[in-house]
Each structure stands twice: as structure tokens, then as C-alpha cells.
């Protein structure tokens, strides 16, 4: 019959159990490392002895994102503070000091998923009522569902669209400051590679701490927009060493572009949904594909315009009927 173990002998069999196998190469580039020794000297990796636990995961953590040393605290905070020491000093070739623009994308794009995550799995609907009572308190329900069709896709597909929207940004950016030579158009990559990843950072966190309610969450969307705009501001004036009246034009110059980019995208939707809706009240058979979120709202488009068609009707025949009566009760009267 075996003895039990004393509380110290445990102790000893579980530290035992939890060591790794140290082994004479490094696990990170497979070169020579000595047992007694903690880094390797070819890619500086740390030898690690345990095996994973709550406690060192959790210290692993801390260690990377919450130490004053970490590149990823020192660029969020500089972001705000000199942002032009960031995106200028990874232009000038500077990659030490604070994290490369693709890494803190990376990290923009993993927290804005993680912030999707949470909406889809227990905050859909917090979030779809924050939204329209950001765009509209009155939107029916046919509207609602177009809204939440629109979100679930954004939402699938928001690495896609951060990736995309950042050349767009950076074309505009160029064009706006073609007078100002000082970065090219592969510069101003960068540039809207850390102002967004930044953009998207803050207002992630922003609103996770206010996803619980939908109130919150519309007034977060708000803050979100704003700071969207006047951060995208303080970051050019900083890299381009505006002036006052200098900011103003280039920022008028900006949305401009930005304006006449959004009607040149939207524009075939458009005509296409007015040539539906034309062809809808002419009588044509009109064949529209409800799979899409377009077809979505052509369809609910159609549909509420036959219903106030049907409302005005209703309401001028109303009308008509309470002329006639007051007309009779008048004649009798008379009488």
C-alpha cells in the first residue's frame, strides 16, 4: 500500500512536474544555447523553465502589455503626446524604440475582433439600438434589419475593410499635400497606418467600457466620431507643421476629396436604385435580388413608398367624405 504524500512533498512533485525540458538549442532559432545560460545570444530569446500556468500567463501579460518599458504602452502613449516622433522615426528608420506600423495594426485589428466578438455573442442588440439612435429614432423595422445585415458584414469582414480604407486614406493625403515633399506616397502609407490603427485602438476600448448599455454606447459613438476627426487633424498638423489658417485649408481641401470620392463610389447604387424605383412605378416587372443588402433596401424603399401612397390615399379619401358631410349638415341647416 503506498504513503501518502506530505503537503512539502506535493508541492516538490507538482514544481517537478511543471519544468520544461531544457535542452542545449534555442527553441526560437534553433542555435546553440548553454544550459546555464537564460537568453540566446544569437536572437535574444529567454529560456523558459515552466510550463504555462495561470500565474506566469498572467505575469507574461503584464510583462508585455502593462510594463512603462513595453513598445506597445510607450507608442500609445506617444501617439497622443508626439505623434510625430512615432510615424517620423519609423520613416527616418527607426524600429527599436517603439513598435513598426504593421505590428501596431496587428494589434488594432486583434482588439478590434475581440470588440466584434463580444457585439455578436451577448451586445448585438445593445449595439444596433445605440446605432439608430445615432442615425435615426425613427427607423422601421424593415430598417432595423438592413442596419443589422450591414453590421454582421462589417463586422466578418473588418480586417478587409481596415486594410482597404488605409490606402484610400493615404491617396487623399498625398493629393491634399502634393505642395509638401517631404513624404511620398508609400510615407503617407505609414502615416494612416498608425493614425487609424490609433483611431481604432482608442475607440475600441472606449467602447467596450460602455457596451453594457445603449445609451452609453450612442454617446461613446459620438465621442468616437469626434475624435476620429480631430485626432486625424492634431497628427497632420504635427508631421506637416501647420499653421492655423494652413490646417483649415488642407483639412476643407480633405473632406473635398473625401466627399467627391464617396459620391463616385455610391453613385452607380444610386442610379441604379432610382432606375428600379422608376421602373417600379411604371409598372415593369422589376426583379430584385433580396440576398443583397441593395436589394434589401430597394425592397423596403418600394415597400413604404406604396404604404404612404396608400396612407395618402386613405387620409385625401378621409378628407373628401368629412367635405361632403359637413357640406349636407350645411344644406340642412339652411333648410
Known amino acids: 500500500m503506498s504513503r501518502k504524500l506530505t503537503k512539502k512533498e506535493r508541492k516538490e512533485l507538482k514544481k517537478k512536474n511543471n519544468l520544461l525540458e531544457v535542452k542545449e538549442t534555442c527553441v526560437n532559432c534553433n542555435q546553440f544555447i548553454a544550459l546555464d545560460q537564460r537568453f540566446c545570444t544569437h536572437c535574444g530569446g529567454k529560456r523558459i523553465y515552466n510550463r504555462l500556468t495561470w500565474r506566469n500567463l498572467?505575469?507574461?501579460?503584464?510583462?508585455?502589455?502593462?510594463?512603462?518599458?513595453?513598445?506597445?504602452?510607450?507608442?500609445?502613449?506617444?501617439?497622443?503626446?508626439?505623434?510625430?516622433?512615432?510615424?517620423?522615426?519609423?520613416?527616418?528608420?527607426?524600429?527599436?524604440?517603439?513598435?513598426?506600423?504593421?505590428?501596431?495594426?496587428?494589434?488594432?485589428i486583434s482588439l478590434t475582433g475581440f470588440y466584434y466578438f463580444l457585439l455578436q455573442g451577448w451586445f448585438f442588440d445593445t449595439y444596433i439600438d445605440a446605432q439608430t439612435q445615432l442615425f435615426s429614432e425613427s427607423m422601421q423595422e424593415p430598417q432595423v434589419q438592413i442596419q443589422q445585415d450591414l453590421t454582421g458584414a462589417l463586422m466578418e469582414n473588418q480586417s478587409l475593410y481596415m486594410f482597404l480604407i488605409i490606402p484610400i486614406l493615404a491617396l487623399m493625403s498625398r493629393v491634399v499635400f502634393w505642395n509638401y515633399k517631404q513624404y511620398n506616397l508609400v510615407e503617407h502609407f505609414v502615416i494612416f497606418l498608425y493614425t487609424y490603427s490609433h483611431i481604432s485602438i482608442v475607440s475600441v476600448?472606449?467602447?467596450?467600457?460602455?457596451?453594457?448599455?445603449?445609451?452609453?454606447?450612442?454617446?461613446?459613438?459620438?465621442?468616437?466620431?469626434?475624435?476620429?476627426?480631430?485626432?486625424?487633424?492634431?497628427v497632420l498638423k504635427r508631421l506637416f507643421s501647420l499653421d492655423a489658417a494652413a490646417m483649415i485649408l488642407k483639412t476643407s481641401l480633405f473632406f473635398i476629396i473625401l466627399s467627391l470620392f464617396m459620391c463616385l463610389i455610391i453613385s452607380p447604387v444610386i442610379v441604379y436604385g432610382i432606375k428600379t424605383v422608376i421602373a417600379h412605378k411604371e409598372g415593369k416587372d422589376v426583379n430584385i435580388d433580396e440576398s443583397t443588402l441593395m436589394g434589401k433596401f430597394l425592397k423596403t424603399s418600394i415597400e413604404q413608398a406604396e404604404r404612404q401612397k396608400r396612407k395618402d390615399s386613405i387620409k385625401k379619401d378621409s378628407i373628401k367624405r368629412v367635405e361632403r358631410f359637413q357640406k349636407v349638415e350645411l344644406d340642412l341647416s339652411k333648410r
Open 205 to 234: 476600448i472606449l467602447q467596450i467600457l460602455f457596451i453594457w448599455s445603449s445609451s452609453l454606447l450612442f454617446f461613446a459613438s459620438i465621442i468616437v466620431m469626434l475624435f476620429m476627426l480631430f485626432f486625424s487633424i492634431y
Open 58 to 108: 498572467i505575469e507574461d501579460f503584464l510583462d508585455r502589455f502593462l510594463n512603462l518599458e513595453n513598445s506597445f504602452l510607450k507608442t500609445f502613449v506617444a501617439m497622443f503626446r508626439r505623434p510625430e516622433d512615432v510615424i517620423g522615426g519609423y520613416i527616418n528608420g527607426m524600429r527599436k524604440k517603439y513598435l513598426p506600423a504593421f505590428s501596431y495594426f496587428a494589434i488594432a
